[in-house]
């Protein structure tokens, strides 16, 4: 089971804002950054935030990131049906060697 | 473009072995740490292993210690990864990321790999 946990599900209305927390440790969280991977049904993850808060090339400024201390959230702006998808936390773990996904969250759009 | 390419998964009895290749273009392959990622049936996903640039280091978790071994070839801008001893559990779409920032940046499609009699 992951050391990162994050809510089962979030929803809104289009146009709404949504955030994801995820929750870790002072050996991941606290000490690593954290990134987060949207996944479509079917498809494979793709990255929309890396070191916090950077987004990469092609991501829009809509999705944000953030952290302190043990804790990480995801931010969507604007919300389309074009994300409804599962969202996962992800971060290295000090303590066990190992990178961890979050447990997933699935995002609604109602 | 990056791109990553897995192969070689298959339905495989308990017990079994496999071999899966990831075959890497449109970057500098020997330049970045690569990972294999798996997510099981309806489940998350789940980090399986790392590897250096190099080669020199790498790291598994702990589900798959002493069965699974990762390995690249530079030269042939390829990354595996040799799973033995497999169990049902092992049953899951096997991704190929590259790393970046304590991040995995660029993914394959996917590779599915079956563990039943």
């Known amino acids: 089971q992951s050391v990162l946990t994050q809510p089962p599900s979030v929803s809104a209305a289009p146009g709404q804002r949504v955030t994801i927390w995820c929750s870790g440790s002072t050996s991941n969280i606290g000490d690593y950054s954290v990134s987060w991977y949207q996944q479509l049904p079917g498809t494979a993850p793709k990255l929309l935030i890396y070191d916090n808060n950077k987004r990469p090339s092609g991501i829009p400024d809509r999705i944000s990131g953030s952290k302190s201390g043990t804790s990480a959230t995801l931010g969507i702006t604007g919300l389309q049906t074009g994300d409804e998808a599962d969202y996962y936390c992800?971060?290295?773990?000090?303590?066990?060697?190992?990178?961890?996904f979050g447990t997933g969250t699935q995002v609604t759009v109602l | 473009e990056v791109q990553l390419v897995e192969s070689g998964g298959d339905l495989v009895q308990p017990g079994g072995s496999l071999r899966l290749s990831c075959a890497a273009s449109g970057f500098t392959f020997s330049a970045y740490w690569m990972n294999w990622v798996r997510q099981a049936p309806g489940k998350g996903l789940e980090w399986v292993a790392n590897i250096k640039e190099d080669g020199s280091e790498k790291d598994y978790v702990d589900s798959v210690k002493g069965r699974f071994t990762i390995s690249r070839d530079n030269a042939m801008n390829s990354l595996f990864l040799q799973m033995n001893s497999l169990r049902a559990e092992d049953t899951a779409v096997y991704y190929c990321g590259r790393g970046y920032s304590n991040s995995i940046e660029s993914w394959g499609q996917g590779t599915l790999v079956t563990v039943s009699s």
């Open positions: 992800a971060t290295w773990d000090g303590s066990l060697r190992t990178y961890f």
